[in-house]
């Protein structure tokens, strides 16, 4: 149970500052999610972008073996590698400009208007490749530009080997990681899944499954994995809160829901191939046992996801096509939460994602995506106490929301950036949300008159990665 605070910008906050970089190019915002693609394993490679991800940033099947063999593939390609000579350090730097079809009220977040904001919003920095011989790691440090801080992000470190079992190739490892679902090499599962990107200055549904961001940077875990044949994949981890000086220090908010003991997770996935086709079908949960707020001594509430998807990827060499769909079981037995905050002592949500996507020549593409949230109506963990607050409100106490995205991209730099830098890669986005339902309603679904339609939000991004 991911209660997300109220409105989206809450992940990310944007800033009320015009665009200025490359002469006013399309602007964009970014959730940590798809910095995976990154010009550091390009360089360490020698291959284009291209080779490892179908449309920047979802993986291609050599993109998910780069990833299985600890971000540690020697170089062998047709761009420059330089792995001798640079670090495996690269940035990203994201902008953006986002209108909804409704002003809002109050503005779209600290020291911006009702509407219409432009906004450079983030800069992170990453060390991403090979530290020694089969160990090597994606970690990721993120400014918000608004809320004037520093904070790390996802981190994801392993060491992989291979051997043989029942005569057939099997890669292992073991991964350090503070998010669960970011070891994952499919695009379905939270961490990686579509969208890539989306506005953190529109606003969002109220509610999300735990595993769906609930735990992402407050926690560590420690996962291990097997790929047998290149076919079956299996994964299970341990999670565990940080410390609240741990996640002060890291610039994370030490505020939240803490973890009793330890949370286990698990992922098993089967994934055949033939000629350009290639398709995954998977199994994925979490469960916890939470302290509401960190208050100890009110017992726990315990929450369990369970999670099927599926993946399908055509790679031709001129057009490629890729399916995901993702459906999440969510219950909740809410004892503490319960007795504290007045909530049911039992409910449940259902999340399900189903996009489809095409590029053609890896530079021009265009996704279709419908999403569902649905769930047990509960007044005090969903109405706010039964009094709703204009836009991030429910006036029936619902978390129910489902809508439609539509987005065009062009990627000028898959196949290889300018000759100056190579490894640059760029991808400019317009993307348009659309509500059927917004928190439980379609019309004065916050009690306050906003109706959901007036959250559709029309979205530009540029997205620069060096």
């Excluded at 060491?159 to 350090?176: D, K, P, Q, R």
């Excluded at 420690?222 to 220090?249: H, M, P, Q, V």
């Excluded at 005090?380 to 029936?396: F, Q, V």
Aim: aromatic share 14%; proline share 6%; with cysteine.
């Amino acid at each position: 149970m991911n209660i997300i605070s109220p409105p989206a910008f809450a992940r990310h906050r944007g800033g009320a500052a015009i665009l200025t970089m490359f002469g006013g190019a399309v602007m964009g915002v970014v959730l940590a999610s798809p910095a995976q693609a990154l010009p550091s394993f390009a360089r360490q490679t020698g291959q284009e972008c291209a080779a490892c991800h179908n449309g920047f940033p979802e993986l291609t099947p050599y993109g998910r073996l780069f990833k299985l063999n600890g971000y540690s593939f020697p170089g062998g390609g047709n761009l420059p590698a330089s792995n001798s000579n640079l670090p495996p350090i690269s940035a990203m730097v994201i902008s953006s400009f986002t209108h909804t079809a409704a002003p809002q009220p109050g503005g779209a977040g600290p020291s911006l208007g009702p509407n219409d904001n432009f906004a450079l919003e983030v800069a992170s920095l990453f060390y991403g490749g090979n530290i020694a011989p089969h160990l090597g790691a994606f970690a990721q440090v993120t400014y918000d530009n608004v809320a004037k801080d520093l904070h790390w992000d996802n981190v994801d470190v392993r060491y992989a080997n291979t051997t043989s079992l029942l005569g057939a190739e099997t890669v292992f490892g073991v991964a350090f990681n503070n998010n669960p679902t970011v070891t994952d090499v499919w695009n379905t599962a939270p961490a990686w899944s579509y969208p890539f990107q989306v506005s953190g200055l529109a606003p969002g549904p109220n509610a999300g499954t735990e595993i769906e961001g609930g735990l992402g940077q407050q926690v560590i875990g420690l996962n291990a994995y097997a790929l047998w044949d290149r076919l079956i994949y299996t994964e299970f981890g341990l999670y565990r809160t940080l410390s609240k000086r741990a996640e002060t220090t890291l610039g994370v908010s030490s505020t939240g829901d803490t973890l009793k003991g330890v949370a286990p997770y698990w992922r098993v996935a089967i994934e055949p191939k033939w000629e350009h086709n290639s398709w995954e079908v998977g199994t994925f949960g979490l469960a916890t046992n939470i302290e509401p707020g960190r208050v100890t001594g009110s017992g726990t509430d315990h929450i369990t996801d369970i999670g099927f998807d599926t993946q399908y990827q055509f790679l031709g060499e001129r057009d490629s096509f890729s399916v995901q769909a993702t459906w999440i079981n969510e219950n909740h037995n809410l004892t503490s939460s319960s007795l504290l905050n007045g909530t049911n002592s039992l409910d449940h949500l259902r999340s399900m994602k189903v996009k489809g996507s095409y590029y053609y020549e890896q530079t021009y593409g265009a996704t279709v995506q419908y999403f569902r949230t649905q769930g047990s109506g509960d007044l005090n963990l969903y109405g706010e106490r039964g009094t709703p607050s204009a836009i991030s409100g429910s006036a029936n106490s619902s978390p129910n929301s489902d809508g439609w995205m539509f987005e065009l991209n062009y990627i000028p730099f898959n196949h290889g950036g300018p000759s100056f830098w190579p490894w640059l890669n760029v991808r400019f986005g317009l993307q348009y949300t659309l509500y059927n339902r917004f928190n439980g309603g379609t019309v004065n679904y916050d009690g306050n008159g906003r109706n959901a339609g007036d959250n559709n939000t029309l979205y530009l991004y540029s997205w620069f990665a060096f």
